[in-house]
């Protein structure tokens, strides 16, 4: 599951090109309590790079397994998951973890009881 989904990314060209060129560096977000402190875009950064450096032929990435799995015990072990289930981990923990936003209000939940949806939705915004 875990390498048809980096396979795939890693031909995405934005993606290649994103890691590859380092220009995820500048977008890391450390502070983002919803990411990994940008541990995982380190992790994807090092695998993409060992994918296309054309110096190996094959390679496990370890590091990048015990990192996802820590964070998400339905990727411990080495059980066949669902490619959908990771593809949706992995792009979510790397949105989070290159997110722009550093400092993220925190928003009341808007009561709707009574409410019309037009008022509701005009009171959360």
Known sequence: FMSSVIQSLSNTVEVRDFFLGDRYLKEINITNPLGCQGKLAECFNSVIKKLWSGEIQYFTPKKFKSLVASKSDRF???SQQD???FTTFL?????EDLNRVKNKPITQQVECEGKSDI???????
């Open 119 to 125: 008022e509701v939705a005009n009171e959360s915004w």
């Open 83 to 85: 490619a959908h289930e």
């Open 91 to 95: 792009l979510d923990g790397l949105h």
């Open 76 to 78: 411990s072990g080495y």
